[in-house]
């Protein structure tokens, strides 16, 4: 769970069981937070040290991933 303040603004997530399972947001919400990393990748890439690209990838693309298996878990769009 988070809270969003559109149109720019998210907080960091809280993780909550409703059932023993984690509750999901949906589509659109876990889409909006892709598009934000993808984003935020595309205008600090260019002031990352090329010694430390290659890590900031790896956590840029980390953050992708879960976003993306976040979607995949959505039933509502």
Known sequence: MALRILPS???NPI???VDGKPIRASKRSAEWCLKGVDQCWSQKEKL?????KEEAKAAYD???AAYQKLLSECEHD
């Open 48 to 52: 990352i040290k090329p010694a430390e």
């Open 9 to 11: 603004s998210h907080t």
């Open 15 to 17: 993780f909550v069981l």
């Open 62 to 64: 980390h953050a992708r």
